[in-house]
């Protein structure tokens, strides 16, 4: 018995390596890391959505090697799937030298993945509860309209994941901004919140992430939900830049009229776009007796045919919280869009983990 706890906790000699199959990938895992962690640190564009083990996007086979679930997987994954050997990268601590094989090619932004110190030069109040946040950088950062990146400062004890907030140069630059909401007990959000941090040193790791525009003449329907407007802002600044050529029909989902934001943006896009632009805010809590005279009730409830716009032929990106990404995909099945048309980020904060943890125990 202690030959065995000994050799089941004894440190590793040497650095581990995932093989990637079947692209021929090889990289290394540092220690704590999780399977998703190691290859995004590699600069490998390992398929993934949500990151905490929700949207089995970065499933994956092992081939060979031992991994420990950090949450059980069978949260996600099917009976049949488990028997198969699949395993969820974002939830898989890496034990041995691995062999994983991905159903899907690799494919997207693989901009090399820097740890960048830089300074908040400012924090601006878009909404009673959102604030905008922008970095000066000591160096520039090349990424793609959508990611996202690791911010961290010193006096917290990890870091958080929050989208950029503006389409970039494409030589990089210096100057990101990111939309934070403040989440209840969130202890980065609860620090950026109680005092202008203007000045503050912090440091960024990215790019990361799956959502992106992808090459396309279809029309598109975007729909966004409270500070998932960052990606999908930067998503449309690409395209204006491009020109604007896109057919675009944008769903905004929020509570009430205090919650709307970047407004004055979205109407230069709709004023200045080449091709039809269909702006559509939906309030959900606004007071029955408001002056508010436009959409109400749940954002996907207003995912419908355009004259100019057919949904069953766009292509959709969508940001927010899980409950609306869930039921935006599967009004958009019922449309006639298939998954491969559908792309997304959810949104997930300490709630959501914790609650997938209770559920997983």
């Known amino acids: 018995m202690a030959n065995l706890l000994s050799n089941l906790f004894k440190k590793s000699r040497g650095p581990l390596f995932v093989n990637l199959q079947p692209s021929g990938e090889r990289f290394s895992v540092q220690p704590k890391d999780t399977l998703l962690q190691a290859a995004l640190s590699a600069g490998v564009p390992f398929p993934h959505d949500c990151r905490v083990g929700t949207c089995a996007t970065c499933k994956c086979l092992l081939v060979e090697g031992k991994v420990k679930a950090i949450m059980d997987f069978s949260y996600t994954l099917s009976r049949e799937e488990m028997e198969q050997g699949y395993i969820l990268a974002c939830q898989a601590m890496v034990k041995s030298d691995l062999t994983v094989a991905l159903d899907r090619p690799l494919e997207g932004p693989q901009h090399t993945v820097k740890s960048i110190c830089g ?16 970095i000066e950088l000591d160096e520039s950062i090349i990424y793609e309209a959508g990611q996202y990146a690791d911010l961290s400062v010193p006096s917290l004890s990890e870091p958080r994941s929050y989208s950029f907030a503006d389409a970039p140069n494409e030589q990089g630059q210096t100057t990101i901004s990111f939309f934070i909401r403040h989440v209840v007990n969130g202890e980065m959000t609860g620090w950026l919140h109680a005092a202008d941090r203007t000045g503050v040193k912090v440091s960024i790791t990215g790019p990361y992430g799956s959502f992106y525009l992808r090459p396309s003449d279809q029309s598109i329907v975007c729909i966004a939900g409270g500070s998932g407007l960052a990606p999908l802002k930067a998503i449309l600044e690409k395209i204006f830049k491009m020109g604007g050529n ?16 970047c407004l004055e943006v979205i109407d230069e896009f709709s004023s200045s776009w080449n091709a039809p632009f269909h702006f559509v805010p939906v309030l959900s ?49 019922e449309g006639g869009v298939t998954g491969e048309h559908i792309f997304f980020d959810k949104f997930l904060d300490r709630y959501h983990v914790e609650k997938k943890m209770h559920h997983s125990d």
């Open 246 to 261: 896109i057919p675009v029909l944008f769903l905004f989902g929020a509570r009430t009229q205090r919650d709307l934001y």
């Open 285 to 333: 809590e606004e007071p029955a007796d408001s002056d508010w005279s436009g959409a109400r009730g749940l954002v996907t409830e207003h995912i419908k045919d355009l004259p100019e716009i057919r949904v069953a032929n766009s292509k959709a990106y969508l940001c927010g919280p899980p409950g609306m990404i869930d039921a935006a995909i599967s009004k958009l099945n």
């Open 119 to 134: 300074v908040i030069r400012k924090s601006e109040q878009l909404t009673h509860d959102i604030l905008k946040i922008t």
